[in-house]
């Protein structure tokens, strides 16, 4: 089902652009409660500014970039791994008080982007 | 005219203290006291003052001026200094004791009992094999856990009064005011003191030592006020005398919201363990302190329920943290944890998440060593007070390394609670002054007659007599140079058995 995102370029390029299904399809996979992810991607998109999805997906698969995975349960895994690592290298971002990694927070605007519309 | 070997003005925690250590002992020993055993307004109005700088609460309000002194509202949180805190620490402006922590070890153990505690016993390894507790799996080299004790609180004058009383060489004189020191003309020997009871009545007394223990502001107030021999205070050449005043800023620092429901929290609530009632602390370690050139800090964690919800439900929560394992479904927990973004108001959030358990959230509480700065002082006013004493002004600033150590402690602590994976921690925003708002000083009065070495860097010498006066002592949180970020009583107490010791070793 997951095995996308950034590791196969057709799939890649269908995620930030046309193939909204996919991406949301992904987003409610990995959060359990996508009302609340929308809620702070939207706290995020506030403190950030605007950014069309396709930026966001474009900064995932940087995120991601190289990672080897097969399905979803391992890129949950690999997510988790870089929110530790955001948390290790001070790539953070405070909303509203909140001390969020980039990339949970980046997950989480994406969430509001996708799942909103 | 009072006549004794020694004389002891103030019955707080330092002069209670002192005054033990010689009940049966050949001294014979006066105790001046401002006040009598109640709280009286009009011997507490005496403490009223001017305060500016950092808000702080009226001093009248942060001390009490009756037998048993600020003790009789402590709130008896007691923690030895940290081995950090007697270090010189180049980042730290004025920083390094005459003495190591080690030099007060033996005081600090014996001071445990005095303050109403079990052993000293700080190590966090000894508590965890006892309770078979853990402690957050954070980065040692960046924070630690800690212990601290609580005391009942011991109220000093209710707990050692009778003993004081039934003492044949003490004798306590309540309603007695110090209010002028009196010395031979070269200001190097104080050949008596003047005292004075609101009833109008005066006396004077004459032993061969002194101490002052009349609390961190006053033993300044009483050195600039006797000015009849040195005009600008006595022992105050080189103008130290109620500089370097210091108090430690403190208050909510942000909340913890965990990602599991039972997480690890016994650890970090007071609880009765082995006969003591002791907690966690979270604190800096020494690397992150002087790696990063950091003031010291430390974070106090407290559910937001009351202690007989908390021990119904640790039990039930025990298990499953003694089982402890980071879990791996972070991504669908983080919308939970982090939903409430609106308000981190108790019902709100439980609210939000249906969640009915406290222990999902903690509240960080954080106090902070201040930075010493001899423009943070004590003054005297030309306003007097009812005893024609010159009444004080308090100026206080934290100091910018202060504030720049809260917000990285803060920061730190944050990274750490993502990092582990333990959940995440919201912050409290900064106020005006740079500081969240409703951070306020504690009421641990520090710093005014610093003890240093040397006579022009302070006022007392490592064994707390008054520079270049021979007979003149000073006991309490005033003579701590630097005052690290844990609450000092348990030091005072320590500093006054040595004071004790060293005077007994002296006659
Ligand atoms: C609200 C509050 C909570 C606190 N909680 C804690 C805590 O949890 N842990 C901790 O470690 N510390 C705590 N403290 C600090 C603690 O109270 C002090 O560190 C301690 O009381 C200091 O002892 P002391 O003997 O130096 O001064 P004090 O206890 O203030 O005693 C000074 C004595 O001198 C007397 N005096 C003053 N002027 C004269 C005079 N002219 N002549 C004769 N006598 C005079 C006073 O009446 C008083 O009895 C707290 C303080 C406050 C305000």
Redesign the pocket.
Known sequence: MLPVLCRYESRHTALGTDDTNVLAEFLRDLFSNTTSAIKVGNACIAEWGSVPASEWVAEMCATLDGEEFVDSKDLAAIIENRIREDFTHERTIEVQGWILSRTEATLCCLAANTLHS | MVEADLCI?????????LAREFVGHSTTVAV????GLELEDK?QS??EGRVSGFPYRYPNT?????????????????RPLDEVDFLHRPWLPYSGWPFGRNELIPYYQRAQAVCGLQAFDYAIESWMDEARLRNFPFDPKKLLTGIKH??A?VR??TAYRHELEDAANVTVYNH????EIEATETAKHVTGLQ?QCLTGKRFRVRTSIYIL????I??AR?LLASDAIQSEGLGNGHDRVGRFFMDHPHGIAGWIVFRNRFNIVDLYQAKTRRNAFVKGVVTMSPQILSGEALSNIYFNLAASMSRSEGEKSVSALLQSFREWEVPDDLLSHLGNIIADLDDVGEAAYHRMTDNADPFNKLRVHCRIEPTPDPDSRVTLTSDRDALG?RRIDLHWKPGDLALKSYNRGVEILALEVGRTGLGRMQVQPAGDSGWPDRFEP????IGTTRMHAAPEKGVVDANCRVHDIDNLYI????VFPTAGC?????T?VAL?LRLADHIKNRS
């Open positions: 003005v103030g019955a707080g925690a330092a002069g209670i203290t001046v006291e401002s006040g011997t005496l403490y942060m001390r009490l001026r009756y037998f048993g002194g600020s003790t009789n509202h402590w709130s008896g949180n007691c609580i005391s609180p000093f004058g007695g005011n110090l209010t005292c223990a009349t609390g961190g006053e033993n009483h004493m504690s009421g641990h009065h006991a309490g949180s005033s844990n609450n000092p009583t348990l005072v006054a």
